[in-house]
């Protein structure tokens, strides 16, 4: 019998639900929360409300999708860490209640290892074992994958997050919340070498991106006091300066994770693999050093349900189920 896992995603400010029939994505529904512009960020309280509103015509709208029915369901899987800690319960309970309600297995999954798992909802798939850069709003983890459900971080932020220095820099230059997206499309009109931002000398695979803000900042500010104008008659150039200063601060670190472990297999993930200046740097990079790169559709970059879809089928394979006393946490290691 064809195994049918409904899986839902609310660990921060998007709704989603996902069906994945024997491995194979059927339907993949987001609703994102426009709320928050208004206030340059996410808020907790308005997002868990708004995931209380969208969580019911979601689900619906991902099994209408789907063509499954509830009753014909294997399993129920939702996020369960890390996140903000109302919108996790928001998923969580509601997973919990459907799963009691139809007597099926509960699957609790990790976000960040549903990122990475990204990489094998459509092919070509990445073989093992795999180097993945999971780069998001509030992660920046260089992960070892061994198997589908062994994986070690290796490398990670000791401040900021990619997203975060992307979104943090945006807000300096008066971009709306997220502001990685339009600085990368700024980006796109702008000289990279323009502007020279400084790379952090960070040991190991570990990365710091709270002093580029910082140059930043005082870089605007100064030029600004200069040449009133100055950032609003260069702000494609700015945009694409840091943007390249990102996006080499985190290929250099890749580079040095593929010649400390050997591995070839290269993917990236999360939010900011969305950005069309790493993907294009991670083609490149791989045509250079011999890489195999893999990087996710667009819709399965920012947080969806169909990632998390992904991972519940690899732990069903494993019967690796959840306990439905199990709740859901802000923060958790793999
Ligand atoms: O994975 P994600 O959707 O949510 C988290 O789990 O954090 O990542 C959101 C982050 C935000 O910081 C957003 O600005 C960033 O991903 N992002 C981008 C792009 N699209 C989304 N950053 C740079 N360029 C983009 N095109
Ligand atoms: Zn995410």
């Known amino acids: 019998m064809a195994v049918k896992i409904l899986a839902i995603e609310s660990s921060c400010d998007e709704t989603s639900a996902a069906v994945i029939v024997d491995g194979q994505v059927k339907s993949n529904i987001i609703a994102n929360q426009t709320v928050h512009e208004q206030y340059g960020g996410v808020v907790p309280e308005l997002a868990s409300r708004a995931h209380q509103e969208h969580i019911v015509p979601v689900v619906d709208a991902a099994l209408k999708k789907a063509g499954v029915a509830k009753g014909e369901l294997s399993a129920i899987a939702f996020t369960?860490?890390?996140g903000l800690i109302g919108s996790l319960l928001v998923g969580a309970c509601f997973a919990k209640a459907m799963a009691l309600a139809l007597d099926i297995p509960l699957i609790g999954v990790h976000h960040m290892q549903a990122h990475v798992l990204a990489n094998f909802i459509e092919d070509p798939k990445p073989s093992f074992p795999m180097l993945?850069?999971?780069v998001s709003g509030g992660h920046t983890q260089i992960v070892q994958v061994n198997s589908a459900l062994d994986m070690k971080v290796i490398g990670e932020t000791l401040d900021d997050a990619a997203g975060e220095a992307f979104d943090k820099t945006a807000k300096i230059l008066g971009l709306p919340y997220p502001g990685g997206p339009l600085i990368d499309k700024y980006a796109q009109q702008g000289d990279p070498t323009r502007f020279k931002f400084p790379e952090p000398q960070i040991q190991g695979l570990d990365f710091s991106f709270s002093g580029l803000k910082t140059a930043i900042l005082y870089f605007v500010q100064q030029q600004e006091k200069a040449q009133p104008g100055f950032l609003q008659e260069n702000?494609?150039?700015?945009?694409?300066?840091i943007q390249h200063r990102i996006i080499t601060i985190l290929m250099n670190k890749l580079v040095k994770a593929t010649k400390e472990t050997g591995i070839k297999e290269v993917a990236i993930a999360g939010?900011?693999?969305?950005?069309?200046?790493?993907?294009k740097a991670l083609t490149e990079y791989g045509e250079k050093h011999g890489w195999n790169t893999y990087i996710p559709k667009f819709e399965y970059c920012t947080d969806n349900a169909g990632m998390i879809a992904m991972t519940a089928h690899f732990k069903y394979e494993a019967a690796a189920?959840?306990?439905l006393t199990a709740i859901p946490s802000a923060r958790a290691e793999f």
Do not use: E, H, K, W
């Not at 702000?235 to 300066?241: G, L, N, P, T, V």
């Not at 939010?271 to 993907?279: E, K, Q, Y």
């Open 271 to 279: 939010g900011v693999s969305a950005n069309s200046g790493l993907r």
């Open 132 to 134: 993945c850069l999971t």
């Open 235 to 241: 702000m494609a150039d700015i945009c694409a300066s």
């Open 321 to 323: 189920f959840t306990d």
């Open 80 to 82: 369960q860490s890390p």
